[in-house]
């Protein structure tokens, strides 16, 4: 039952792939989404299982390397951890097969899509599920190949091909990293498996190691270098820039991938690995600097973009700032539940937004939507109590994470700490005011849309209103259910599956912050969210004033364009790279050094020589005589004074003599 | 008696290869001094054998020399049989125009 997690969405995705005209659009679409109901299901009975019946499951399948110290297994351990992660992941893929059988029911390519999502479960599943470290990067991998394949799923626009080789090559740096986290590990500890390394971890707490000639704390490079898989991963600031690029792909795939399970697989990791991060101190400050710079940064880039999906991309990004920033704060197990609770609530936003689109012809720009409140009812309500969710309205779904993180970030007493709450209680307001102004500018406003476009405007019929529906559920009510099981006081709930040292527990601290602190944000909050109401729908003048000022112009530009990462990444970084391989590794080195002592250079060099050759027969008998006569004496004299020669004769000397004639003989036959 | 010692002999019959042998490399109108310094190099070279199988006492040396002499009338013989056929179809025997 528990590899049958794993092996349905493999088997829906080969089906769907390999026999997709055979089954139809049809059969394909209801074959996968059985497949997936059904790991929902299961991963349902599995949940109860190991989390609520405190029974961690570990299967061993086969050996898959074993080769001296080095024992890789296909082996799957289910701990709570991973089960929770795992009913996320089935829950939110199966609402998305069953979401994109109707949003993709045009799409001539229908079956290929199918096997793409079910193949990014499997990928997903791969990942969480692993018990060893590379198990899981063949997951972490894997998912970066499927959202490569997800995002360039119409793959004649230029756009999209674009975007997905953007999100494949940012998200390589990133596993750059991991993997030489990975390899360190192995080096040091000879193993990969979770159990042995964590179990290990606090024995090799002072052990130093030797990178780039510095000796520096072990455990503090590997934190750093599985850490720059997690910038990569989760799009973290620095590494960020492909997430909003992959809003080309569908939108489904904007839901499973940006919003629900792939970037959340660098908080996993944290999480995964909390007994290496516990004794890094220092690196968890960094860790909460990046989080909350990250949440801070997107948040102020999400006001003002014009394209629906960005926002709820650049959203996704912030809240992602918040879960590493806990993380950071060593509080792993809120940023799980943060998680969780983030996958329902954006994926529900993100499925909204695919559902207005979809309404109004494809419109992303938010500019020339406005007034769907009336035509799209159901759609409307289920966005508002995603955006609700997301500003942490009270006893909404975000509520319940987002102010937990908050009050542990304060709680914890010094700089990081404040930076984090500071940072974080910021991006809170931001996050209302843009998911105000998204609300506003899409639903409330006076509509800016097409006649034509507008009169056909309709809510979609029943999958993608079924799934926006039972997402809206869990928005609403599963912080509640399971903020106490998950993160509550002298809960059990995570076992041995996240590690919490005994210095950094602060648990019971974040009951007695001052009131003041406690209250800030959701009030605050609550604020800046009747103030955009206002602005946005009695004093819109006001607000294009401000925006037409001078100040107001550049704040404006700064924010569009997105602090102008794109614009540095391309044109130092992209273009440098680019001018170096074309100037110094393509002319200098293939065609000029390799090319010159290689295949070009030796003919030429050969042919030289031989013509040399040639010229000296000038057929007259007396100069043959001549050479003769020069050779006899030439080998006579080395025979006689070899005995002297041969001790200072190095053969060494040859090569250099042979470099030399040969760029003399190149040199020459240029000048010819 | 007077004898001759076998440096002597040998530093002559060097002398007159190194004579042959410059007079094969710097001559370059007439084929006939050619061939006439090759029978002064294969002259001198007879010298030193004959020279040595008197030192050592040996009779193979002479033995040698007979054969040699043999050898070059026969080469002799042969490159003026050359010539002359060269001549009847060039009209001349210049050295420089063989090629």
């Known amino acids: 039952m528990y590899t049958l997690i794993i092996l349905l969405p493999l088997i829906s995705a080969c089906f769907a792939g390999l026999f997709g005209k055979t089954l139809g659009f049809k059969g394909s679409s209801i074959f996968s989404t059985i497949c997936l109901s059904i790991v929902l299901l299961i991963s349902c009975i599995v949940f109860y299982e190991v989390s609520v019946n405190n029974c961690c499951v570990y299967i061993k399948l086969t050996s898959w390397v074993d080769s001296g110290a080095l024992n890789i297994n296909w082996g799957f351990l289910f701990d709570s951890l991973t089960i929770t992660m795992c009913f996320i992941i089935s829950f ?66 230029i756009q999209a091909n674009k975007a997905a080789i953007k999100a494949m090559i940012i998200n390589r740096i990133g596993d750059f990293g991991l993997v030489i986290g990975i390899l360190l590990i192995f080096v040091n500890y000879k193993t990969l498996d979770y159990a042995t390394v964590f179990a290990l971890t606090p024995l090799l707490k002072e052990k130093t190691t030797n ?28 590494l960020h820039t492909w997430l909003p690029d992959a809003m080309e792909g569908p939108t489904p795939v904007s839901a499973l991938i940006h919003a629900a399970t792939m970037v959340t ?14 004794f890094t101190e220092d690196l968890l400050k960094y860790v909460v600097f990046l989080g909350s710079i990250t949440c801070f940064f997107a948040a102020t880039v999400g006001l003002l973009q014009n394209d629906l999906k960005k926002v709820i991309a650049y959203s996704t990004c912030s809240q992602l700032g918040y879960m590493v920033f806990v993380c950071g704060l060593s509080h792993y197990e809120v940023g799980v539940f943060h998680l969780a609770n983030h996958a329902f609530f954006k994926a529900l936003l993100f499925l909204g937004a695919g559902s207005v689109i979809h309404a109004i012809l494809d419109e992303q720009d938010m500019r020339k939507m406005g007034g769907l409140k009336n035509l799209l009812p159901f759609t409307y309500s289920t966005m508002v109590i995603g955006s609700l969710a997301l500003i942490g309205f009270p006893f909404l779904t975000g509520f319940y994470s987002k102010d937990l993180i908050l009050e542990v970030a304060f709680s914890k007493y010094d700089c990081s700490g404040y930076l984090s709450y500071s940072f974080g209680t910021i991006s809170a307001f931001l996050t ?140 130092y970084i992209g273009q440098f790279f680019f001018h170096f391989s074309f100037s110094v590794s393509y002319k200098i080195v293939d065609r000029g050094i390799i090319e010159i002592l290689g295949p070009t250079g030796l003919s030429h060099f050969i042919k030289k020589i031989s013509l040399g050759l040639h010229k000296i027969q000038t057929r007259y008998m007396y100069h043959y005589l001549f050479v003769m006569l020069a050779g006899v004496s030439f080998f006579l004299s080395i025979r006689q004074f070899w005995s002297v020669l041969g001790e200072t004769f190095d053969y060494r000397i040859a090569f250099i003599f042979f470099l030399q004639f040969f760029f003399l003989f190149l040199s020459h036959g240029k000048k010819n | 008696m007077y004898t001759i010692g076998i440096n002597f002999m040998l530093t002559t019959s060097l002398l007159i290869f190194f004579i042959g042998l410059s007079g094969l490399t710097v001559t370059r109108k007439n084929i006939l001094v050619t061939l006439m310094a090759i029978e002064l190099m294969l002259l001198a070279a007879n010298l030193n054998f004959v020279a040595f199988s008197l030192y050592l006492d040996d009779l193979s040396g002479q033995i040698f020399v007979l054969f040699i002499l043999t050898i070059s009338a026969t080469e002799s013989v042969v490159g003026l049989a050359l010539i002359t056929a060269y001549f009847r179809l060039k009209g001349s025997i210049v050295f420089e125009r063989i090629k």
């Not at chain 1, 990178?211 to 973290?236: D, E, H, R, Y």
């Not at chain 1, 697989?265 to 516990?278: D, K, Q, T």
């Open chain 1, 92 to 157: 939110i893929s199966f609402l998305v097969h069953l979401y994109s059988t109707e949003y993709m029911s045009h799409d001539p390519h229908l079956p290929r899509f199918m096997s793409y999502l079910s193949l990014f479960t499997f990928f997903m599943l791969i990942l969480v599920t692993a018990d060893n470290f590379v198990q899981m990067f063949v997951g972490w991998e894997g998912v970066g190949l499927c959202s490569f394949l997800l995002i360039n799923f119409w793959y004649t626009r």
């Open chain 1, 211 to 238: 990178f780039l000639n510095l000796n520096l704390n072990l455990l503090t490079v590997i934190g750093i270098f599985l850490f720059i898989g997690v910038i990569g991963k989760s799009a973290q600031l620095g």
């Open chain 1, 265 to 278: 697989a660098g908080v996993f990791l944290l999480g995964r690995c909390s007994p290496i991060y516990e």
């Open chain 1, 432 to 571: 209302t005011f843009y998911s105000t102004r998204l609300l506003f500018l899409a639903f409330l406003s006076n509509t800016n849309g097409y006649k034509p476009v507008i009169e056909n405007a309709c809510d979609s019929s029943y999958q993608i209103s079924t799934v926006l529906g039972i997402l809206a559920v869990p928005s609403i009510f599963i912080g509640f259910f399971f903020k106490d099981m998950l993160v509550g006081w002298g809960s059990c709930f995570w076992g041995n599956a996240i590690y919490n040292s005994p210095e950094t527990a602060n648990v019971v601290d974040s009951e007695f912050i001052p009131g003041f602190y406690k209250l800030l944000p959701i009030v605050f909050s609550l604020f800046v969210l009747i103030c955009s109401f206002y602005l946005y729908t009695y004093s819109s003048k006001f607000l294009f004033k401000l925006k037409i000022s001078s100040l107001g112009k550049k704040i404006y530009n700064f924010l569009n364009k997105k602090w102008f990462f794109d614009k540095i990444y391309n044109e």
